[in-house]
């Protein structure tokens, strides 16, 4: 089947084609989309991409951070403001992919992919979808629960708060083959402390659940609890709860399951 590409200028003629258009793929960087042109996949006929410069925008400088879902993991790396992300960043697949993932590409990227937004969900970010009527947003938790339903919605960005002290922000891969591989878990925490106590933390895993989640068990167990190995221990011992993770090549389920407590505590207490 031919399939046909389509250039617009702005965010909203691009949300507009993906909207009328039922075999219509939305084009970021094209790691995975033109990976599967390239397999024979024919449950799409029209390309769409745009050039509209809002796609690709950074605003890095402030508290509330803002990023066009086009801009790429490269970009990302590039940005001195943005350096608590390099680690998520950097776990994505080799230079040569990450000069072209985008963001909003990796909120849509299946099992085992999608390391980039294990953090945006720790960060709490909202996405920003477009459409011919203008720009709506949601959380990207919500986001995340519609994901199967929204393949023909445009994300135009993301925002969320800079971390007021960076080192609250943790971020580890575990893999099977190193450095580079598809996670065996992914998990990314904000713990920030006041007085010596762990106030609003966020954690969220990836490949224990069909998309990212929110590990909110372990969340509530953070609350209030300093930062050291007994402080932690009721947390730890809630790392699997609400999980429901696949079992692949990489690792069972169960073994995902054993797992994720011990990775939570070593990137709890800065051990990874
Ligand atoms: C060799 C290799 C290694 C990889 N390693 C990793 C890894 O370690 N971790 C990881 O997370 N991922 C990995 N990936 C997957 C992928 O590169 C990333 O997830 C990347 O961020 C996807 O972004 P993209 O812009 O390339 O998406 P695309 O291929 O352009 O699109 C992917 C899907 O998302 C849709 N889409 C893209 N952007 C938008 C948008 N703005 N609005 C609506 N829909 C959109 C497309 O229509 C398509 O369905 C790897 C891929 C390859 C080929």
Request: charged share 20%.
């Amino acid at each position: 089947m031919p399939l046909q590409l389509r250039t617009t200028d702005t965010l909203s003629e691009a949300a507009a084609l993906l909207a009328s258009e039922r075999a219509a793929r939305f084009l970021g960087g094209g790691t995975l989309l033109m990976r599967a042109v390239n397999e024979g996949d024919v449950s799409f006929s029209v390309i769409v991409r745009t050039r509209d410069p809002a796609f690709a925008r950074m605003r890095t400088a402030g508290t509330r951070i803002e990023l066009g879902a086009g801009v790429r993991m490269a970009q990302i790396l590039a940005s001195r403001d943005l350096a608590f992300l390099h680690p998520a960043a950097r776990a994505i697949g080799g230079p040569a992919v990450r000069s072209m993932a985008t963001i909003g590409g990796n909120l849509f990227a299946e099992h085992p992919y999608g390391d980039f937004t294990v953090a945006l969900l720790a960060l709490d970010a909202r996405v920003q979808l477009a459409s011919s009527l203008g720009v709506r947003e949601l959380a990207l938790e919500e986001f995340l629960r519609a994901r199967g339903r929204s393949e023909r919605v445009l994300v135009s960005g993301v925002s969320f708060e800079r971390p007021a002290d960076p080192s609250a922000f943790r971020f580890h891969k575990m893999t099977r083959t190193h450095p580079k591989g598809a996670a065996v878990l992914t998990i990314a925490a904000l713990v920030p402390l006041i007085g010596g106590r762990i106030v609003g933390a966020r954690v969220a895993y990836g490949a224990m659940a069909p998309t990212p989640m929110r590990a909110r068990a372990v969340e509530r167990a953070l609350e209030g609890r300093p930062l050291t190995a007994e402080g932690i221990a009721a947390a730890v011992a809630v790392a699997a709860e609400g999980t429901d993770p696949p079992t692949d090549a990489l690792a069972s389920s169960w073994y995902r399951r054993r797992v994720i407590g011990v990775m939570l505590r070593r990137l709890l207490l800065g051990e990874t």
